[in-house]
């Protein structure tokens, strides 16, 4: 008997070439170098219930490793929300892939799955995959920077296959070079993309002193004082002055930024209400509720 072909996060399985078992959480290992962060939030609540009453519904993907143990690919969340449900087995589909098969399926599942990915983690991410298929096509070929796929560039291919340009994806790819204090500032939408990918060229010394200034001031860099920034660093002349007078200058879009005390309003926000963005969209939210209301009770007079 022939069993049915089945579809788990995008991908067609034959089910009598791949191994579909059952597999206990402590021998599988999270995929080295994992981009993707798993974090004990609100949908990790409501996966870990629904795992308690109906167990998990989509198998994850490993593979095996050489000592006997298993590698997730794909289902990093499910097996975490498990583990808080108390489950000490979960189902799998296991395939036998090279280190860069391997990488290409754990990064295209997780983009495909994930209802929100950050910057940092779609930038490690492209990064991880286009490394991937760059060991993968091979050497690079006479003519080209990087190896040919299908008569495609691995960096068109990858821009093909994930919709955003070849020039996007690069800029993802800088971001890698932050150092972690302002990347996780991007994040948190704290810092724009285009200036922080200019930012990204600063020596770490000097990406250091810019977080110095930008945490003492209150500030964040235009993407015009970014691409100065830029240009004198490519020229070594950039140092701990000319960055406090680049960030001294006045954007010409420049407003007073309310200042307020979040911690003020942490048990008070809702557990989805994460980033200083989210803070700032929620009490914006707020305060139209309260002027609706006041409105309400004027016409109602």
Do not use: W
Request: charged share 35%.
């Amino acid at each position: 008997m022939q069993l049915p072909k089945i579809t788990v996060d995008n991908y067609l399985f034959d089910q009598s070439s791949e191994d579909i078992i059952y597999i206990k959480l402590n021998e599988i290992d999270s995929f080295p170098n994992h981009p993707y962060k798993v974090v004990d939030d609100e949908k990790m609540e409501e996966m870990c219930e629904s795992i308690k009453q109906y167990g998990v519904t989509q198998p994850v993907i490993v593979r095996r490793k050489d000592d006997g143990r298993y590698e997730m690919l794909s289902g990093h969340r499910r097996k975490r929300a498990s583990e808080l449900a108390g489950k000490d087995k979960i189902i799998a589909i296991v395939k036998s892939l090279t280190n860069e098969e391997a990488t290409i399926l754990m990064v295209d599942s997780n983009m495909n799955q994930r209802e929100k990915i950050s910057y940092s983690e779609k930038a490690f991410a492209y990064k991880m995959k286009l490394e991937a298929m760059n060991k993968k096509a091979g050497r690079p070929t006479k003519d080209n920077l990087t190896p040919l796929v299908s008569e495609l560039r691995t960096n068109e291919k990858l821009a093909e296959e994930s919709g955003e340009s070849r020039e996007q994806i690069r800029r993802y790819i800088r971001l890698t070079e932050l150092i972690p204090e302002i990347l996780e500032m991007v994040d948190e939408e704290r810092i724009a993309f285009r200036p922080a990918v200019e930012i990204s060229y600063l020596s770490k010394d000097n990406q250091y002193v810019l977080l110095d200034i930008m945490q003492f001031s209150d500030i964040t860099p235009s993407l015009a004082q970014a691409i100065h920034m830029k240009k004198l660093e490519q020229e070594n002349k950039l140092d701990t002055d000319k960055l406090e007078e680049i960030m001294s200058q006045e954007k010409p879009n420049q407003v007073e930024k309310i200042k307020i005390d979040t911690l003020r309003f942490e048990k008070v926000f809702p557990k989805n209400v994460v980033t200083n963005k989210d803070r700032e969209d929620f009490l914006f939210m707020c305060a139209e509720e309260h002027n609706r209301r006041v409105k309400n009770r004027e016409m109602s007079r």
